[in-house]
């Protein structure tokens, strides 16, 4: 990872146009190709983003500027990040992280869809969960009626972090010829109105699971949307 704290201003060009003025910021680019942009507020939610796969140049500044950094993706979308001043420039290994340890609830979850996979829908097959990847693992990864291969995320409360982290699944998984193309299931207990908008948006799946249901503690019923 490597870790940047300039006094820069950005503009992000594709399918609209969005502007942050000269101000002091953390960069971050990490291994897995993606630059993020953050303000000193915000919790963790950078100001803006490039998701891999994405490319970093450095180019001549305009004026005023000691460089300027153009991150571009394979839809051709850019960042352009003008810097004025860099205070702090330094790399550093993470090392493979091991991925997020779930609650007890979410691993009982993962482990209770995976012996009822078919609730995903007809003909659906278990590959294997805990699939792994250069960015962690994904909860299960399965194959549709028709052989496709389908990425499913599980969440206790379904938010839109969740929705965002099986995106980076599903961009990093659909480089890999063996699997592409390869959809996606966001499964929770609970789905955020938001979360549920932007994996519509992005064509991934949701599915409400009932916990107790599962459990055979009742017939609750799995519903789709």
Known sequence: MRLVIARCRVDYVG???????LATRLLLIKADGSVSIHADDRAYKPLNWMSPP???????????EVARWVVTNKAGEQLRIGIEAI??????DLGVDPGLVKDGV?????????????TLGAGYTLVRREFPTAIGPVDLLCRDANGGSVAVEIKRRGDIDGVEQLTRYLE?????????????????QQIKPQART?????????LSLDYDGMRGADDSEFRLF
């Open 15 to 21: 399918r609209l146009t969005a502007h942050l003025p």
């Open 54 to 64: 994405c490319w970093l140049t450095e180019e001549g500044g305009d004026e005023g």
């Open 87 to 92: 205070e702090h420039d330094s790399a550093h």
């Open 106 to 118: 979410e691993a009982h979850l993962q482990e209770l869809l995976a012996e009822q996979v078919e």
């Open 172 to 188: 990093l998984l659909n480089r890999d010829p063996l699997l592409a193309p390869v959809s996606g299931v966001f499964a929770a």
């Open 198 to 206: 932007l994996a519509t948006d992005r064509g991934i799946r949701c």
